[in-house]
T-cell receptor
Framework: KQEVTQIPAALSVPEGENLVLNCSFT??????LQWFRQDPGKGLTSLLL?????REQTSGRLNASLDKSSGRSTLYIAASQPGDSATYLC?????????FGTGTRLLVSP | SQTIHQWPATLVQPVGSPLSLECTVE??????LYWYRQAAGRGLQLLFY??????ISSEVPQNLSASRPQDRQFILSSKKLLLSDSGFYLC?????????????FGSGTQLSVL
C-alpha cells in the first residue's frame, strides 16, 4: 500500500527566503507526482506535475524534483512571498488514483 | 475551458439525516471523477472514483455511496449520517488516462454533522 509522507508538517519563514518542502513515498511504481496548493477552506490547485521519467519541473519561482528510485520529491520555492502562505500537498499517481501526503503548512511573514 | 462545480459550499446536518452532494464538470467528456474527504488535521482520503457512467470504485468501506448518473455528474450520498462523516469533501476530475494528467479540484463542501 502506497504511503506518502511530507516533512515538515509546518514551516514558518520570513519573506524572501528560499525554502524546500519534502515528500517521500514508499512504492516507487508511480506514473507521476503532483504538487498542489491549498488555501484555508478551499479546494486544491495543481502546481506542478512530474512524470515518472522526468527529474524536475519548473514554474516561475517553483521547482519540483523527483527521484523515483529513492521515493523522494522536493518542492523548492525561491524568494518566498506572503502570498505563498498555504498548505502544500504532494500526491503520487498509481493506477487510476492519487495518494496524497498530509501536507506542509507554510507561513511566510512580511 | 473546463470547470468543475461542487455544491453546497457548507452544510450542517443532524446525525441520522440523509446526504446528497453534487459535482458536475463542464467542457470535457468522459472524465475520471473522484470524491475525496479531508478530515481536520488529516490528509485527503480517496472515497470513490469513477471511470465512466455507472462505474464506481469504492476505496473505503463506510456508510457513504456514490453514483454517476450522467457522464459529467458525480453524486455522493448517505442514507444516515454519522458524526464521523464530518469533514471537507472535495470532488475532482482528470482526463484519462490519469497517468499523464493533472487532477483538478472543486471548491469543496464543508460538512458538519451535529
Amino acid at each position: 500500500k502506497q504511503e506518502v509522507t511530507q516533512i515538515p508538517a509546518a514551516l514558518s519563514v520570513p519573506e524572501g527566503e528560499n525554502l524546500v518542502l519534502n515528500c517521500s513515498f514508499t512504492d516507487s511504481a508511480i506514473y507521476n507526482l503532483q504538487w498542489f496548493r491549498q488555501d484555508p477552506g478551499k479546494g486544491l490547485t495543481s502546481l506542478l506535475l512530474i512524470q515518472s521519467s522526468q527529474r524536475e519541473q519548473t514554474s516561475g519561482r517553483l521547482n519540483a524534483s523527483l527521484d523515483k528510485s529513492s521515493g523522494r520529491s522536493t518542492l523548492y520555492i525561491a524568494a518566498s512571498q506572503p502570498g505563498d502562505s498555504a498548505t502544500y500537498l504532494c500526491a503520487v499517481t498509481g493506477f487510476q488514483k492519487l495518494v496524497f501526503g498530509t501536507g506542509t503548512r507554510l507561513l511566510v511573514s512580511p | 475551458s473546463q470547470t468543475i462545480h461542487q455544491w453546497p459550499a457548507t452544510l450542517v446536518q443532524p446525525v441520522g439525516s440523509p446526504l446528497s452532494l453534487e459535482c458536475t464538470v463542464e467542457g470535457t467528456s468522459n472524465p475520471n471523477l473522484y470524491w475525496y474527504r479531508q478530515a481536520a488535521g488529516r490528509g485527503l482520503q480517496l472515497l470513490f472514483y469513477s471511470v465512466g457512467i455507472g462505474q464506481i470504485s469504492s476505496e473505503v468501506p463506510q456508510n457513504l455511496s456514490a453514483s454517476r448518473p450522467q457522464d459529467r455528474q458525480f453524486i455522493l450520498s448517505s442514507k444516515k449520517l454519522l458524526l464521523s462523516d464530518s469533514g471537507f469533501y472535495l470532488c475532482a476530475w482528470s482526463r484519462t488516462p490519469l497517468s499523464n494528467e493533472k487532477l483538478f479540484f472543486g471548491s469543496g463542501t464543508q460538512l458538519s454533522v451535529l
